[in-house]
């Protein structure tokens, strides 16, 4: 297996952190990687954010709907779209992976929380004072696990296939 299967593979959403932080290195290195992230034309129609305010931290967790754990982070990286970006999200949602993984390879456990769409998007930028020009695409809270769960997942046999999807096999 390669260094970024394994990486991947050991990922999982972690919603209970430990009360230590995260260094500069760590938080300069995962906005680096975000930055990395292909995007349609190269247009690039992001902007990243790093709460690490405990205030801001829970009043963020107090506005969304399913995100009560973001209070307990030690930062919690935001990444926002440019609105009138065709591809805006799907290449938000790159820079996001890229984050998550990153942060994964530093024993960082992260869990996406859903921003675009969500009725509390627009109060985030709101209180983080981003340009009217973006959407919030994710909040991606970030620490040293405290708790890791591992869900079951399906089967890969079960959720793909090659050339042409058919029945035969699916049972």
């Given amino acids: 297996m390669n260094l970024g299967a394994t990486i991947i593979k050991s990922r999982r959403s972690v919603r209970s952190y430990t009360e230590a932080g995260l260094s500069d290195e760590i938080i300069r290195d995962a906005l680096d990687c975000a930055h ?9 129609p992001w902007l990243f954010g790093v709460v690490t305010s405990r205030d801001l931290l829970s009043k963020i967790a107090g506005i969304t709907d399913h995100g009560s754990f973001i209070s307990e982070a030690a930062a919690c990286f935001t990444v926002f779209g440019e609105k009138e970006a065709k591809y805006y999200l799907e290449d ?33 930028c ?3 004072h981003t340009p009217e020009k973006y959407s919030l695409v994710s909040l991606i809270p970030a620490g040293y696990p405290k708790k890791i769960e591992i869900p079951k997942k399906k089967a890969v046999k079960e959720i793909s296939f090659f050339d042409e999807w058919s029945e035969q096999g699916r049972e």
């Fill in 92 to 124: 938000c949602c790159a820079a996001t992976m890229n984050i998550i993984i990153c942060l994964q390879g530093y024993g960082v456990g992260t869990c996406w929380v859903a921003g675009d769409k969500k009725e509390y998007a627009p109060l985030i």
């Fill in 36 to 44: 990395l992230a292909p995007t349609a034309m190269n247009i690039q």
């Fill in 126 to 128: 709101e209180l983080l």
